[in-house]
């Protein structure tokens, strides 16, 4: 059963939010996994591993089976999961929405010389993306579209 759901990362006695987030996604990666993370001033490209800089004010980690997106506020994070399975339940996300019913469809990336981005924009070569479509059953609306590994 597919799941969509959210929850806010703050800072507690013992850890940052950054150290809250970054562990949130620890519980979450699975092999392979991808980062994708965006600055004011930059994009990462598509990345295996999480840059020195980390976290960003956005980003999204996805694997064949989730895709995990924050975004910074209010000296917290807010953290939205699209999954094909059911969370994790220690990690208690609020669920969005009742019944999501997906579709996976293949996905394209740009050229690595692609003049959208002046500072080019990378991934790996191999790489298999698709896109994973959730459809709120109840009004035929897709809410969400997650990058996913074709497998």
């Not at 799941?3 to 562990?23: A, D, I, M, W």
């Not at 996994?33 to 930059?42: A, G, K």
């Not at 000296?75 to 208690?92: A, C, D, R």
Request: with cysteine; hydrophobic share 30%.
């Amino acid at each position: 059963m597919s799941f969509v759901g959210y929850k806010h990362v703050l800072p507690s006695k013992n850890e940052t939010s950054s150290e809250q987030l970054r562990k949130l996604l620890q519980d979450y990666y699975q092999q392979p996994s991808y980062y994708f993370l965006r600055w004011t001033y930059q994009v990462s490209g598509i990345v295996v591993d999480l840059p020195s800089d980390f976290p960003s004010p956005e980003g999204q980690m996805f694997n064949s089976e989730l895709e995990v997106r924050w975004k910074q506020n209010n000296g917290g994070y807010q953290v939205l999961l699209l999954s094909q399975t059911q969370p994790k339940t220690e990690l208690e996300f609020t669920p969005i929405g009742k019944d999501w019913t997906i579709c996976d469809r293949n996905a394209y990336l740009y050229d690595l010389d692609e003049t959208k981005f002046p500072k080019g924009f990378i991934y790996p070569e191999k790489l298999s993306l698709g896109q994973r479509y959730f459809q709120d059953t109840e009004t035929s609306t897709i809410r969400f579209v997650a990058l996913t590994i074709k497998t």
